[in-house]
């Protein structure tokens, strides 16, 4: 299978001072040849997917054109754009001949994150962004966000994820805590929230003070059995080697070697913030994840994500990761959604 890259300009251009001959032209400047890349059929079936749908994605990201022309395939479109789709082509074939294995989501995110920031490479998703914390399932990023924040929580020991709903926030906060347990990189997993209702009543529920406050811990729990197997998460409760709890558990404790994520940070006050962030012990990682549009304080409370960012940025070790609708992971709808609602907000008009 040989590649062939023909890369067009937009605009004819334009020669000063020199009568240049057409066909030379269109040799020198519009056509490049690759060096043979060989993919036997198998391959090109898994790159171009179904009724060839992974091939006409990558097209709609980038200005190009994909065709294959007997034993060709042959890239058309704007010079710095065949450059990334041969990049690409060179990475897959090298993944492929070591081995690796490739779904049609898998390609489409990483051709999506690579559209988004060109310093990325297929061999980067495929080989570095993605960890399977426990096992059961593995874990990659969607999003360039998405993959600056693990990148953040690998490097730095307390980091804030904000963003709007459905970015992944907490479950890739979970996800790289049960990593770093699996890996032995910290002795205990702590989640905590604040026992915030939105809106609603839940201090009547029946039972003990635990069967009280886990409505406000469940999506900490699903996340938890989402990644690894029921029977080894009851055990680690039961062991006190996850720990889930409201927030004013943490009050005059010392958190060490442990992975500590406060979730729904946004419904902290700017006091309760104080006192978690230091709650950190030696050999522990922090991640504060929040989003700024939900806040379900009472009114006139600060939130303690929102003032946290004026006091802490700048400082090392310490990174913040802003998430966006183009990185929302759920229905399609939930982007549009949060879209209009940031639209609405912004607004001068908006009803408050």
């Given amino acids: 299978m040989k590649f062939i890259a023909i890369a067009r300009s937009r605009l004819q251009p334009c020669f000063k001072g020199a009568e240049i001959n057409s066909k030379s032209v269109e040799r020198s400047f519009f056509r490049e040849v690759l060096n043979k890349i060989e993919l036997p059929p198998r391959a090109l ?8 749908a992974n091939i006409k994605y990558l097209e709609s990201l980038l200005d190009v054109r994909v065709d294959t022309r007997g034993h060709d395939l042959t890239i058309d479109g704007s010079p710095a754009d065949v450059e990334t789709v041969k990049a690409i082509l060179r990475d897959f074939a090298d993944l492929f001949e070591e081995g690796s294995s490739f779904s049609d989501k898998e390609l489409r995110s990483a051709f999506k994150q690579i559209a988004e920031d060109r310093a990325y490479s297929l061999k980067d998703y495929f080989t570095k962004a993605r960890f399977n914390p426990s096992g059961k399932k593995q874990v990659a990023p969607k999003s360039v966000n998405q993959r600056r924040y693990i990148e953040a929580m690998q490097n730095r020991d307390l980091v804030f994820g904000i963003g709007p709903a459905g970015t992944g926030k907490s479950f890739l906060g979970v996800a790289m805590a049960v990593h770093a347990l699996f890996q032995k990189q910290v002795s205990r997993i702590i989640l905590t929230r604040p026992a915030v209702e939105a809106g609603e009543r839940l201090g009547f529920l029946p039972g003990d003070l635990q069967d009280k406050v886990d409505p406000y811990l469940r999506p900490l ?7 690894v197997d029921a029977e080894r998460v009851t055990k680690m409760l039961e062991k006190r080697i996850i720990e889930i709890a409201p927030l004013a558990f943490m009050r005059g404790r010392t958190l060490s070697d442990a992975f500590i994520i406060l979730d729904e940070a946004q419904n902290t006050t700017a006091e309760q913030m104080k006192m978690f962030l230091t709650r950190i012990g030696f050999g522990s990682k922090t991640v504060v994840t929040g989003d700024q549009t939900q806040i379900d304080l009472p009114r006139g409370q600060k939130s303690g994500i929102v003032q ?4 802490l940025k700048g400082i090392d070790d310490i990174e913040f990761v802003y998430f966006d609708e183009r990185d929302v992971v759920r229905h399609k709808l939930v982007q549009m959604i949060v879209r209009a609602y940031e639209a609405h907000s912004n607004s001068p008009e908006n009803d408050q």
């Fill in 221 to 227: 729990y699903d996340a938890l059995f989402d990644l």
């Fill in 308 to 311: 946290v960012q004026k006091i």
């Fill in 45 to 52: 079936e898994t790159l171009f997917g179904v009724h060839d």
